[in-house]
Structures are given as structure tokens and as C-alpha cells.
């Protein structure tokens, strides 16, 4: 496995959402703040270089799991390539 996009998936009530979301979001700063290795997509969304930050993808599933979200992982053999349009860029995309 090259990548992996992940998406966690927050509560559906707003209040538990939002608590449930910064908590994650501390959970995994540190293990995601490489750039290059870690594109965030949206807001739980992420693409993840697995031979550069495999514990990057790992520290995600862990926080998830530990907080009792529900996530996805689409592995990606090769490298993506990204078809763009326009003026936006992947790196954009961070």
C-alpha cells in the first residue's frame, strides 16, 4: 500500500460532535503536522503517504477507535495521481 484516504465519521448530535471533534483533533495534531505526508482533504478527510507517515494513518484510527467513531480507509497501491482543474493544485488541497 503507496496511500490511504481516511474519513472519520462524528456523532450526529452537534453538541457531542463538537466535543467529540476537538478531542480528536488533539488526539492526532502531532502524528498528522507533516504536510508533504498528510494532506488533510476536508475536515475528516485525509490522504496519507503510508511509506512516509504510517503512524500518521495509525494514530487516526486509533483516536477514532478510542472515541468510538466510525472511519473508513480506501487503499491506494500506487501513488495518486491527482487530475486538477484549474488553478487549485494537490498540494492545495492541504
Known sequence: MHSAIIYV????HPSEAQRVY???EAMIQKSTANREAVRRLDQLVWQVDFQEAPGALAAIVHAAEQLGLQYGILPLAEEPKWIVKGRARPEDLT
Open 22 to 24: 476537538a478531542t480528536f
Open 9 to 12: 465519521i462524528l456523532p450526529a
